[in-house]
């Protein structure tokens, strides 16, 4: 990732994921420190003061999502949705520079 999508997704901070069914309280954001694209996942019907139901990052033993594309393909597998969705859910409140990353994948 080159360091204008990284400056631009750390700058952005926390930002929903509107995928169906995990759109009321899931979000995703990019943890500089740790060079990480981080999703914490919770279903619809889930209480939001619970821990995540996924807390997708390396340390909760989750594969080190270096990428926006990275982390598309790890939220498809545990909410079992369509990649192109989940890759919408994502860019749709992505800065501008990742929008188009992250399209690309949804094409």
């Known amino acids: 990732m080159d360091i ?4 631009d997704l ?15 309280y ?12 981080i999703a914490q996942l919770w279903p619809n019907d889930a209480n939001p ?3 995540p139901t996924f807390w997708l990052c390396d340390l909760a033993g989750w ?4 990428t926006p594309e990275a982390l598309v393909q ?4 545990v ?3 369509d990649r192109h969705d989940v890759a919408a859910a994502l860019a ?10 992250l399209l690309g994948v949804a094409a």
């Open 4 to 7: 204008k999508t990284e400056t």
């Open 10 to 24: 750390a700058a952005r901070g926390r930002m929903p994921i509107d995928l169906d069914g995990w759109d009321s």
């Open 26 to 37: 899931s979000v995703w954001f990019y943890d500089r420190y740790d060079q990480e694209c």
């Open 49 to 51: 003061d619970d821990d």
């Open 63 to 66: 594969p080190k999502c270096s």
């Open 74 to 77: 790890l939220v498809t597998a």
């Open 79 to 81: 909410t079992h949705g």
């Open 92 to 101: 749709r409140c992505a800065p501008e520079s990742v929008k188009e990353l």
